[in-house]
Nanobody, 129 residues
Framework: QVQLVESGGGLVQAGGSLRLSCAAS????????MAWFRQAPGKEREFLAA????????YYADSVKGRFTISRDNAKLTVYLQMNSLNHEDTAVYYC??????????????????????WGRGTPVTVSS
């Protein structure tokens, strides 16, 4: 089994920044992707960003491209989401996800939450206006 633990959420003023962390432990794969999703109140969960290992390829939702940056620390099995210029619409619970990937997967694979079998419990982010 894989365990994922998110941290770094909290209350931030509009225009501010936060960095979320997701630490993985347990079973590991030689090729995998870690991703961030979020779910706002009354809305469906949406994809934000993903990063692969070992290649380090990144994928972003258009809605956060240029404001959010995903990165990783392989030694710590941790992925980060740097979020800048936050606004009220970014208020949500942010989830980390992970699963094994195979060569040839296109971007459509990474944005589909149904492809991820391992999830954290989420960390809430509230942006005050």
């Amino acid at each position: 089994q894989v365990q994922l633990v998110e941290s770094g959420g909290g209350l931030v003023q509009a225009g501010g920044s936060l960095r979320l962390s997701c630490a993985a432990s347990g079973r590991t794969f030689s090729n995998y992707a870690m991703a961030w999703f979020r779910q706002a109140p009354g809305k469906e969960r949406e994809f934000l960003a993903a990063i692969t290992r070992p290649g380090g390829s990144t994928y972003y939702a258009d809605s956060v491209k240029g404001r959010f940056t995903i990165s990783r620390d392989n030694a710590k099995l941790t992925v980060y989401l740097q979020m800048n210029s936050l606004n009220h619409e970014d208020t949500a619970v942010y989830y980390c996800a992970l699963d094994r990937v195979r060569p040839g997967y296109g971007s459509s694979w990474y944005i589909d939450q149904g492809n991820y079998n391992y999830w954290g419990r989420g960390t809430p982010v509230t942006v005050s206006s």
